[in-house]
């Protein structure tokens, strides 16, 4: 069986309280043996990374999400810069824009986002980025970003465009700009014919896949609780889309999600931090 990466989900949901082990397990039977574990705000980011911690093919992300910005503090900041010397955290984010919701001002929005921006390139970490109904938006605020992270001489991904939605053009954009593609369950539904075309010619090595779940749940139990055993659905429909078989695609984007969250070199990190600890406790 071919492995898969979910590059974006959130297992620490209360959603999963019930039976969190057992949405794991399924998770690994089903293929899906790496998950980036995904925080939003102070608290999910120190689940997300305990996830981590439980796990070896389990990794964190720790950031500020569109919605929370308007509540995030100086110890909050603090703290993310705390979490992202934990080899556990691959990344940060998730970050962004939102104006479909505006649950936090777009100005605040923005000045947090542009924060977590600098110090991705701070600590050369590459970007979860949410973006909804902000594609110029976001984009504007990514260029200028991606040119400055160039000039440092940076050659691995900037970051990934999370449960992109929009089309293929802006989607071209964002990957010469350093970015990747995430695709999210969405694609599965039938009339969603922008989300398919994008899936069917990304660049290949811009590609990742996710499930976001507990949301955007595939077509086959759409309308009830996402899990990451369900990103085989979504990793079927891509291979459909692209003319692939379902192991090449697995290949590919699990290779993409390795490079974009540089998994060699944490794997690494996480192994001399345990081999350390041990040396100290004997």
Known sequence: MSDLTDTHCHPWSTAFNADRAQVLTRAHAAGVTTLVVVGCDPTSNRASLEL????????????????????????????????????????????????????????????????????????????????????????????????????????????????????????????EAGLMISIPGTVTYPNNSRGRE?????????LVLETDCPYLTPQSRRGKRNEPALLRETAEQVATLRGMTFEQLASVTTANARRLFRLDAAEARRAAQRSQITREGA
């Open 52 to 175: 981590a911690r439980e796990n070896s093919r389990y990794w964190a992300t720790a950031g500020f999400h569109p919605h929370d910005a308007k509540d995030i503090t100086g110890a909050d900041w603090d703290e993310l810069e705390r979490a992202a010397g934990v080899p556990e955290v691959v990344a940060l984010g998730e970050m962004g824009l939102d104006f479909f919701r505006n649950i936090s001002p777009p100005d605040v929005q923005r000045a947090v986002f542009e924060r977590q921006l600098e110090l991705c390139t701070a600590l050369d970490l590459p970007a979860v980025i949410h973006s909804r109904e902000a594609a110029m938006e976001t984009w504007e605020m990514i260029e200028g970003w991606a040119r400055q992270r160039r000039r440092a001489g940076s050659s691995a991904p900037f970051g990934v465009m999370h449960c992109y939605a929009y089309d293929a053009m802006m989607a071209e954009r964002y990957i």
């Open 198 to 206: 994008v899936a069917a010619v990304v660049s290949e090595h811009a």
